[in-house]
C-alpha cells in the first residue's frame, strides 16, 4: 500500500478553488426539494482466469469467491428536468489508486445525458484477496505466467465501464427506503498493554495485555432501491468493517460480501444488485481477539466457514430491516450530490521520523535487495524521505482528496479515501442533521493509497496503522476532515453555517 513519490509531491499542492468551492457552499442553501427518483443498476465480474497478480505481491491460482464490482446509478427528475445525478460503483478490491480517474477518462462520452463525470464514484471493500491495481508502481515486478497489473487495470476499466453504462442507460422511475439493523462483524483491532503501547492483532494471552483500544460499531446502514411496482431492484449496505476474514492466501476471494450477496441472490433473485459499503473502520476488522475457540466450535455446528457466518449475519439484518422500512417506500426524494476538493493538513515527517527511514534505506540500497523488502523499502523512501525532502522546501504541507456528500431523501452520504479510525465516523454521525448518515471509507484516492488515520490516542500508543509511513494526514487533518463533511453536510440541510 504504497505511493509513487512523484505523485505524492504532485498530491500536496493547495487547491485552492476547492476550498473557496467549499466556502461558498457552506455560505450558501441548498435546493433539496423532492423529486422523481429514477435508479440503475448493474454487476459485472471482475475476477480474470487465474494466476493473476494479487494484492500484497502474491499470485493466485485459485479462485475462493469471485470479486464483483456493483454500479448504481441515480437520477432525479422535475417536471422532465434533470436536478442531479450519481452513478456509484462498489468494487472488490483493496484499495483504488487513481482507478477512478482511469475510469472516468474510459467512459468519456460514453454516458448521455450524465452531465458530470465527476460525480462517477468509485468505493472499494477493502478484501485483501483482490487483484493488484498498483500498476505504475510494481512495473519492474514481473508475475511470471499471472496476469500483470499494467494489463488487468485496462481490462478492469472495460469491465466496469460496460456494468456502468448497463445501469446508466436502463434507469427507470423508481423508489427508496432506508433503515438501520444491528450485526456482529467487525471489532477494534488494537490491543493495549500495561505500558501503554499498542499493537495492531497484538498477542493477548500476554501478562501484559490490558484492554482492546477502542469502541466498535455493529450499525448495519441500509438503502434499498425498488421498481414501481416495489420489487427490490439494488441495496447498499454500510457497515464498519473491512472486508478481511480471508487474508495471506494466495486465492482470489470476495471475502464476507460474496456470503452476503449469495444468501441475498436465494431470497430475492439473482438480479439483484448488492454494494457491499466500508464505513470508517481504520481501526476495524472481523478478525476475532479472543472467544475463539467458541466462536469456530458455533460455525462448525452450523456447517459455515467464517465469512459464510458473518455474511449469514449481514444477510439476516438486511431481511429484517428490508421488511420493516417497506412500509416507508417513496418515490419522490431529494437528490442533491456535491463533489468537492478539500486540502487537509498533512502529518508531518519529524527529523527523528526521516532519520530513522533514510538509514534503512540506505542500507537497503548497499545490498540492492529484491522483493517484498524492496518494497518496504522503496515505500520508506517514497513516502517517508522523500516527503520529508518536499517539506524542507516548503512542500507537502497539506493533502487534497475528493469528497462526495449526498443527501438522498432524510439520508446524507459522505465519502472519504482514506482508512479513518472509527471515532472521527462517530463523530461525524453523532453531529449530523440527518436521520441516518451513511459514511464511507475507501473512496478512489486521485494519487495512490492514501493511508490510515488514527486517533491522538492512538498515535501515543503507536503500532502500524500509526505509522508515519501510513499516515498522510495528522489528526489535526482528520478534524478539518470531520468538520468540512459535517459543513457540507449541513448546507443540504439548509443549517445556517458556523
Not at 434499498?224 to 420489487?231: T, V
Request: charge should be neutral; hydrophobic fraction near 40%.
Amino acid at each position: 500500500m504504497n505511493r509513487c513519490p512523484a505523485k505524492i509531491l504532485c498530491s500536496s499542492r493547495i487547491l485552492t478553488a476547492g476550498i473557496i468551492c467549499l466556502f461558498i457552499i457552506t455560505m450558501t442553501t441548498v435546493d433539496v426539494s423532492a423529486a422523481e427518483l429514477w435508479i440503475g443498476a448493474a454487476t459485472v465480474d471482475i475476477t480474470p482466469n487465474p494466476p493473476v497478480a494479487l494484492a500484497g505481491l502474491r499470485v493466485a491460482s485459485t479462485i475462493q469467491s469471485r470479486c464483483m464490482a456493483n454500479v448504481l446509478a441515480l437520477e432525479s427528475r422535475e417536471g422532465g428536468r434533470v436536478v442531479d445525478q450519481a452513478i456509484l460503483v462498489s468494487c472488490d478490491l483493496c484499495i483504488l489508486p487513481g482507478i477512478q480517474e482511469g475510469l472516468r477518462k474510459h467512459l468519456a462520452n460514453q454516458l448521455p445525458g450524465f452531465d458530470n463525470i465527476n460525480k462517477l464514484f468509485l468505493v472499494a471493500t477493502h478484501t485483501h484477496t483482490a487483484m493488484m491495481v498498483l500498476k505504475n508502481q510494481y512495473d519492474e515486478k514481473d508475475y511470471g505466467d499471472a496476469m500483470q497489473p499494467k494489463e488487468y487495470v485496462p481490462w478492469l476499466y472495460e469491465q466496469m465501464a460496460q456494468a456502468v453504462k448497463k445501469a446508466w442507460n436502463t434507469r427507470a422511475a423508481g423508489a427508496v427506503a432506508w433503515g438501520l439493523g444491528h450485526a456482529v462483524v467487525g471489532g477494534n483491532r488494537r490491543v493495549v498493554y500495561s505500558d501503554g503501547s499498542a499493537r495492531m492483532y497484538g498477542n493477548i494471552n500476554d501478562s501484559k495485555f490490558r484492554h482492546i483500544e477502542g469502541y466498535a460499531d455493529h450499525a448495519v446502514h441500509i438503502l434499498c432501491f425498488y421498481d414501481l411496482q416495489k420489487r427490490l431492484k439494488a441495496t447498499a449496505i454500510a457497515l464498519a468493517c473491512p472486508a478481511q476474514s480471508v487474508t495471506n492466501r494466495e486465492v482470489v476471494s470476495a471475502d464476507f460480501w460474496h456470503d452476503v450477496r449469495e444468501l441475498l441472490y436465494q431470497r430475492y433473485g439473482k438480479e439483484l444488485c448488492v454494494l457491499g459499503l466500508c464505513s470508517p473502520a481504520g481501526d476495524q476488522s472481523p478478525k476475532l481477539h479472543y472467544r475463539k475457540e467458541a466462536e469456530s466450535r458455533m460455525d462448525q455446528f452450523r456447517g459455515l466457514t467464517r465469512t459464510q457466518e458473518l455474511g449469514r449475519r449481514i444477510a439476516d439484518t438486511f431481511v429484517d430491516v428490508a421488511n420493516v422500512i417497506a412500509r416507508d417506500i417513496r418515490d419522490s426524494v431529494s437528490l442533491v450530490h456535491l463533489v468537492q476538493q478539500v486540502d487537509l493538513p498533512a502529518r508531518i515527517v519529524t527529523d527523528a521520523e526521516y532519520a530513522g527511514a533514510k538509514k534503512m534505506c540506505d542500507a537497503m540500497d548497499a545490498k540492492k535487495v529484491k522483493g517484498h523488502t524492496e518494497w518496504y523499502w522503496r515505500t520508506y523512501q517514497g513516502l517517508v524521505v522523500d516527503r520529508y525532502l518536499a517539506q524542507q522546501k516548503g512542500g507537502w504541507k497539506n493533502y487534497a482528496i475528493e469528497m462526495h456528500v449526498l443527501r438522498l431523501g432524510d439520508v446524507a452520504i459522505a465519502t472519504n479515501p482514506f482508512e479513518l479510525f472509527l471515532d472521527y465516523g462517530v463523530q461525524i454521525q453523532a453531529r449530523s442533521p440527518a436521520i441516518q448518515t451513511f459514511l464511507i471509507q475507501l473512496a478512489s484516492a486521485p494519487a495512490g493509497y492514501a493511508g490510515y488515520v488514527p486517533t491522538p490516542r492512538a498515535i501515543k500508543a503507536g503500532g502500524y496503522s500509526t505509522d508515519v509511513l501510513v499516515n498522510m494526514i495528522s489528526p489535526d487533518g482528520a478534524q478539518v476532515l470531520v468538520e468540512r463533511t459535517l459543513e457540507s453536510i449541513d448546507s443540504l440541510w439548509n443549517v445556517p453555517a458556523k
